[in-house]
């Protein structure tokens, strides 16, 4: 089973989306397999997850998302986030993360992100929150790309 048809990982993207932003991520109307399946084939915004590691590693891009940066699901869950945008602008994103850290959560962001094949181009209204469990565990970052 991939990550992206867990239950598990599922209630921590959505549970901890709500608990921090009080919106929901998926149509309420839905079940959790339909939800499922939705963001990760249908949603129509990129989602993108990222690990606790030193160097955090995708774990998780919807196939939005995984359409925009150019990668498979193999491919983008073997990538250090910190690759998804150049150089030039990785301090800055690292600096952002920082505060999402601090805060929970940070609505508008703004960036250049960089494709596999290179090609550069902008992202905005971006939240990015916590992956918090229900336990209070952090177990990573998230970004929900418009």
Not at 94 to 113: H, P, S, T
Request: glycine share 6%; proline share 6%.
């Amino acid at each position: 089973m991939y990550l992206y048809e867990s239950d598990d990982f599922f209630d921590l993207l959505t549970g901890s989306y709500r608990r921090i932003t009080g919106k929901d991520l998926v149509p309420p109307e839905l079940t959790r397999q339909e939800g499922i399946r939705w963001l990760y084939e249908d949603a129509p915004f990129g989602l993108l997850a990222h690990d606790t590691a030193p160097d955090p590693v995708f774990v998780y891009g919807n196939r939005n998302a995984q359409r925009r940066f150019e990668y498979s699901w193999d491919e983008l869950t073997a990538l250090p986030s910190r690759l998804s945008a150049e150089a030039p602008e990785r301090a800055a994103r690292e600096n952002f993360l920082r505060q999402v850290a601090e805060k929970g959560y940070v609505d508008n962001y703004e960036g250049i992100r960089i494709s596999k094949s290179g090609k550069r181009f902008p992202i905005a209204n971006v939240t990015v929150w916590q992956l918090i469990d229900a336990d209070g565990v952090i177990r990573g970052q998230a970004a929900r790309l418009p």
